[in-house]
């Protein structure tokens, strides 16, 4: 006789125990909890053959080969074809690593409101219009609200499909009678599977769900896409749960009142991590924007003090941006110290240097610092920029314009080389920069051997600088 066995379920990091607690023991969240029943077992079917032979309609039907069961020489491994789809937008084929690899699962998630479900539609439409019939499931607008935006976003169509559904089964019966080229699930957290007794967007919900449509993709080589709602703390059965299950995790971020939108890569099977395509919203959708460095730049006035243009490796591709610093006397004996896309220790380390190696009486100062066109930086090449910054509004002298700002800062107040300097060198001479400060290293001759290589050492003079304060005196003489 089959037992049928409870678990209890942490609603937020999806630990599973056998007893209830007031307290998740896996990530300390209190009263998180909830009793899951799990489909009857018995020693004839375990728990993963029982999930595929759900799944042998749907597969079998889709022309899949069914997962061998023994081990098997690598050597005799199929290798998945190297061909790419292209999603029809070049800054989300970066992301995706070149484009979506066969069968695999993609992520993206994103706070509500923030352009997902336009971003997949735009992206439906290309491969309907290029490539074959593509499926989109949505379980959160109907499919005649779908098809109000899609008027909008001038999305035809003959082969998208749209499918108003919640459940996973019908989901999955779609995708075998329909065999399409992509399919997208708008959202995962509405999906539910029946043989689950837990509420839909619940965690064990969530990701049962994923891991199904995982096996559907990954036995029928159709790339899918499946969007995850974040709220601001990541805390809502959601992505962040299911990360390790996805092949790629995208994440699309944009402040509200700004009409950039980021799409990140956090997570890549097939490519790099942490590429960044940038997006723009319009009245239309969303609009790619193939060169965001000019963008930014192009209302940097470069007149105030206070303000750098810094090179950041974003991925393999370098953006420059603008760094902006307000150094005021601070009125009530506690100096504040605000950090915008910066971390905000590494801004209070930099304040130190600059007190303490170069010389500068922060001490009494509030310090604001703002990365233009809300950016995040996170990497240490761009110190050089933010503490030239700061020493510009603190001396109220401005840097040149024309110089961008490379190098990361020691505590010793030293420049520290960075990785890829040449490839950061030429972007900034390709936007017109007259000249680069960069940390003077055996590197620097290279450098300049490269800019000379591209034709552009006439345009673009790389200065080296040892020090921080050596830097500063060069970029504010
Ligand atoms: P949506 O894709 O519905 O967000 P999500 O799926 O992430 O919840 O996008 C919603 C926002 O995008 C909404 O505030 C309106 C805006 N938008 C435009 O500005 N232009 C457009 O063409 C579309 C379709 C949406
Ligand atoms: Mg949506």
Redesign the pocket.
Known sequence: MPKSRTRFVCQQCGGEQTKWLGRCPDCGAWNTLEEVSLPETSAAAPAPQRRYALLTGAAATAGASAAPTVPQPLSQVKALSHERLSVGYAEMDRVLGGGLVPGSLTLVG??????????L?QVSGSIAERVGPVLYVSG?ESSEQIKM?AE??EISGERLYLLATVELEVICEAIARLKPALVVV??IQTVFATHLTSAPGSISQVRECTLHLMQVAKSSHIPMFI?G?VTKEGTVAGPKALEHIADCVLY?EGERYHTYRLLRGVKNRFGATHEVGVFE??????QEVPNPSALFLSEHPGAASGSAVVVSMEGTRPLLVEVQALVTPSNFGIARCTANGIEHNRLLMLLAVLTKRVGLALGNHDVYTNVVGGFTLEEPAVDLGVAAAIASSYRDRRIPPDLALIGEVGLSGELRPVSRLGLRVREAAKLGFKRCLVPASGRTERVRRELEGAGLAEECRVIPASTLAVALEIALH
């Open positions: 994103g706070e509500p409101g923030i352009g997902k479900s336009t971003l539609l959160e935006r909008r976003l708008d959202s969007i709602h699309l919203m319009h009245g239309e959708g969303l």
